[in-house]
């Protein structure tokens, strides 16, 4: 099944102020759904990624990461493989402290931005260990923004384990594409929706082409 949702391009936009919009003129309706602010919300913030996208694709130049841009979302992907050590896996790669620092200073340089990072694992081993080892590698990744100087009120992260995988888990290539850290950068007013978005319980579902193959590191 190829691109069941865009679950990300649904969430950076989810809302651009601590209250919900409403319907102009039926306040007596109620708020507007996270779909429907996306919808609302798109026009506003088109220019701001169209400036962004460049930077980010100059940034992780022959890093190994890949940028996304589905829609509204402009989302980096550092795969797992490579980015940290096999014998310590909550541990950055040297090599990989370039690349997150060049996006760490693109983010921090501008007030108006944020970032939301999200660690992600496959489905092998208890549920509970993917957690744990996802939010590690995500506290690993934000840590170097936070060194780059970006303040805590403009960063978020969170891990997914296993809940949101890029393809199915039955076969290596898929659970390798799987294991990831994605970094989300976003106007710092959409931040908090951001993160409520990921914060409704779901079930896994795929944010990607199923027959996407990991790209070599």
Known sequence: MKKIIFLLSLAVL?????????????????????KQEVEALAGETKAW?????????AAIEGSG???????NVLAVHMPVKGG???????????AKLGPLTKLAKIAEQDA????LVLGHADSSGAAEQNLKLSEQRAMAVASIFR?????????????????????????????????RVEIILTPKNTLVALMNFYNQPAQPTLVADQTSKPKAN
């Open 14 to 34: 989810a809302g651009c102020s601590g209250a919900p919009r409403e319907s102009v003129g039926a306040s007596d309706k109620k708020p507007l759904t996270p």
């Open 49 to 57: 990624l169209d400036r962004y996208e460049p930077k980010l694709k």
């Open 65 to 71: 990461f890949t940028l996304e841009r589905r829609r």
């Open 84 to 94: 940290f050590n096999p014998d310590r896996p909550q541990m950055l790669m040297p």
């Open 112 to 115: 108006d931005a944020a970032v």
């Open 147 to 179: 060194l780059s100087g970006l303040q805590r009120d403009r960063m978020l992260l969170k891990g997914m384990g296993s809940n949101m995988p890029r393809a199915a888990n039955d076969s290596a290539a898929g659970r390798e594409l799987n294991r």
